[in-house]
């Protein structure tokens, strides 16, 4: 998975490692990763390897997946099988949830980590690109939500939502990639909010990111926060059913700024970005 944008920034608050947590709350819990086939989405799939969990990979590329199920089994995957395909086919996470279901008979966790293409540079006027990116960023996970929803209803799992701090403040070069993430935040919190007043046991987490090392090297003035560990906070988050998770943490700090002093957050951002390389893609 590629993360176009974000706060580059990595703070000095405690992160979620702090927490105490066990790889056996995983261990044989059957769990499905989108968008696993490399960067966040592949550390995830091998973090959860070591677990013992059992796994059911998608991605774009089959080869990409082959190679990523086979290190999983590897590293002690209870189980590890993968379906290839494009979020873009509106009847794609139909299939990999029906995959689950005929495979495992349930499902415990649905970690949603896939992104489509998204340029980075001045937003152009492509409208049909926004609605593109709508289908594969925001609606695909709507559809797997919904379809992945009895099953974890009935072993009172969660949900996994890799998000991004372009999610909850803009950013700059990245309107139709942040529209995606925004749409996001609104329905999964929506979500909540509904399961809990029908006291439906399924925990939502929203994954708040900043800059990974995944993309963007050459338009970003910071050293990004490494993958590896951004992967196993986002399943820890999950497996303790937190609410958000903000990582780096100083993404945290930054949205009180969005509340307190947003003109400064906003020059703040900005500041982080070599337009002239942004203006060369």
């Not at 993360?3 to 066990?22: F, K, N, Y």
């Not at 990763?33 to 089959?62: F, N, P």
């Not at 395909?85 to 980590?113: H, Q, Y």
């Not at 896939?114 to 409208?127: A, C, K, L, M, R």
Request: glycine content about 6%; overall charge neutral; proline content about 5%.
């Amino acid at each position: 998975r590629q993360t176009p944008v974000g706060c580059p920034c990595v703070g000095s608050l405690p992160a979620l490692s702090s927490v105490p947590s066990s790889p056996e709350m995983l261990r044989g819990k059957r769990v499905i990763v989108t968008g696993a086939s490399s960067g966040i989405g592949e550390q995830m799939a091998y973090h959860l390897a070591r677990m013992e969990a059992h796994l059911l990979l998608t991605a774009r590329t089959e080869a990409k997946l082959q190679k990523v199920v086979k290190r999983c089994l590897e590293l002690g995957a209870a189980s590890a099988r993968y379906v290839s395909g494009s979020m873009e086919d509106t009847t794609f996470p139909a299939v990999v949830v029906r995959e689950a279901e005929n495979t495992w008979g349930g499902l415990d966790m649905l970690i949603l980590n896939h992104i489509g293409y998204s340029y980075v540079n001045y937003f152009n006027g492509d409208v049909e690109h926004i609605r593109k990116l709508l289908e594969t960023n925001f609606l695909s996970y709507v559809a797997m939500t919904a379809s992945a929803l009895p099953m974890l209803k009935e072993s009172e799992g969660s949900i996994v939502v890799v998000s991004s701090l372009a999610g909850k403040t803009g950013s700059p070069f990245a309107a139709s990639y942040s529209a995606t993430k925004f749409a996001l935040d609104g329905f999964f919190s929506s979500l909540r909010h509904e399961l809990i007043i029908d006291n439906v046991n399924v925990s939502i987490t929203l994954c708040i990111l900043g800059y990974i090392n995944t993309a963007m090297s050459h338009v970003i003035r910071r050293t990004p926060a490494p993958k590896e560990e951004c992967a196993l906070e986002i399943i820890r988050s999950g497996a303790l059913r937190q609410r958000e998770l903000h990582y780096p943490p100083m993404v945290g700090s930054l949205l009180l700024f969005q509340y307190i002093a947003p003109d400064l957050l906003d020059s703040f951002i900005r500041s982080y970005y070599e337009v002239e390389n942004i203006r060369r893609t």
